[in-house]
Nanobody, 114 residues
Framework: QVQLVESGGGLVQAGGSLRLSCAASGSIFSFNAMGWYRQAPGKQRELVATITSGAITDYADSVKGRFTISRSSALNTVYLQMNSLKPEDTAVYYC????????WGQGTQVTVSS
């Protein structure tokens, strides 16, 4: 059973930065594309950043140029560096595989004040 544990969220002012981490049990990173998702209150969960096993990245238009996804296969960890944060980035952030989703972790809350 793969477990995903997200951390690094918090309260930050608009324009600030946060770095999220996602630690996974098992070697799910070796052959899988990983993603960061977020869910704002009253909205559906959305995929905001992905990274393949070959470190090719892609981003939703809403975060492009501000967020950077990276991974460490040695540490079984995925990161999300978030800069120039906006109030609309406020959400619970989750990581998971891009395909064949594993069980969701608890997520980490990101709150951006204006």
């Amino acid at each position: 059973q793969v477990q995903l544990v997200e951390s690094g969220g918090g309260l930050v002012q608009a324009g600030g930065s946060l770095r999220l981490s996602c630690a996974a049990s098992g070697s799910i990173f070796s052959f899988n594309a990983m993603g960061w998702y977020r869910q704002a209150p009253g909205k559906q969960r959305e995929l905001v950043a992905t990274i393949t096993s070959g470190a090719i990245t892609d981003y939703a238009d809403s975060v492009k140029g501000r967020f950077t996804i990276s991974r460490s296969s040695a540490l079984n960890t995925v990161y999300l560096q978030m800069n120039s944060l906006k109030p609309e980035d406020t959400a619970v952030y989750y990581c998971n595989k891009v395909h064949n989703l594993a069980a969701w972790g608890q997520g980490t809350q990101v709150t951006v004040s204006s």
